[in-house]
């Protein structure tokens, strides 16, 4: 039996790097003052089919339920968010910066850099209009690039606008049922071969392709990147007026993330969605709001490619795992006191392993190096005393087994 296609199985090595990317995301949005918050993994279809635009609508996960409701799997979270805050909208204090990690489905083919279900860290900012909230997103997006070990020469984060395309739109006489079609084909249009968009496009194509091959700018987003410069920032952002983004709801200024290669898909996406929650909420709540997302599987794929981000991951990992200590019970006689010990230890907080079976000395020290523990402390001969030996230096002492714990506290602290 398999998977199904697109979704992952996560061994513990996989487990480990998917949890120092959400640890690492935790800790960049706490600096920032956001608070974590959640929702249902399961929505009515109706919440997507309303705003989030054509694309994601077919790919939603979606079935009818054992109540005949139409219900579909999450997607994305902003439809989610705007309905909480909306339901909610009185018990929080504006502006609300609130983040979330939730696991999103998309019916999509499989490729690099996608699959059916992927983890999306997401930064919303609820209730504020000014620019500034525009710049904090782009600055954590930037923040938590660099959490991993990213510089400038890795990544950037491409910005742009869509009211600047929603001009154009109106100057160009597009009649307003036709704009989202057009911001689809700009959004595709540097995936797809140039005459594939003209065919989209039509008579939008010459003027468009102007655009997108200058390099144009507004007056808001030099603004934008102004006050990321205060903030040390600007080498990491671009302004770019080929971003649109994919999802129909967006109102003002768009970001994407991209590796500087530009082999990868987006690592993240967001931007200002000013009417999503009236319209989610049919008039009964505005609130302007302005968000991204940080998706896993991408991520993943960059870190791998970096070496310094790797070797940065896999450093904290083993940090997280290695044991402190593996106690090697060379004679059985010897089992009940050394349990008495591991049970002390584990009390105080030290990561203890030892055999659950009699093993072979030898054996115990190899899986004692395996487990990447500091200290193997050995119940044997010796008893009463203990035979302490370092690990990473091979230094051995012998030792009386009462008070052992106090001596780790001074070999455990220092450097390897
Ligand atoms: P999105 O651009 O659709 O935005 O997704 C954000 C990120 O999630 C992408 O840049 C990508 O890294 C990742 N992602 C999306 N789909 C997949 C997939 N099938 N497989 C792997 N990774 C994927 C949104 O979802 C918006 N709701 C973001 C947002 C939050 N806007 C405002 N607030």
Redesign the pocket.
Known sequence: MQSLPGFRDFVPKECAARNYIFHRWREVARRYGFVEWDGPVLEPTDLYTKKSGPEIVTQLFNFTDKGEREVAMRP???PT?ARVVAAHEREFKKPLKWFSIPQ?F?Y?KQQR????E?Y?F?A?IIGESALEADVELIALCVDLLRAFGFTAEDVVVRISDREFWIDFLRAQNVPEEKWEEVLQAIDKSEREPREKTAARLGSLAEPTFKILDGTGTSEKLEQVVAALRNRGLTEFVKIDLGIV???AYYSGVVF?AFDRGGKL???????R?DNLIQQLSDGAVSLPA??????????GELIAEQPAAKAKMEEAIAAQQNLDIYVVIAKEERRADALAQIQALRDRGYRVDFPLTPAKVGKQFQTAEQLGARIAILFGDEWPQVKLKDLRTGEQSLLPHEGLSARFAALLSSPA
């Open positions: 994305e979270l902003t968010l999103c998309r999509e850099g996608r699959l059916r992927h999306q997401n919303d983004r994919g999802l994407e898909r987006a690592l993240a996406g967001g931007g969605y302005i968000g991204f997302a940080m998706g896993d599987v991408v991520l």
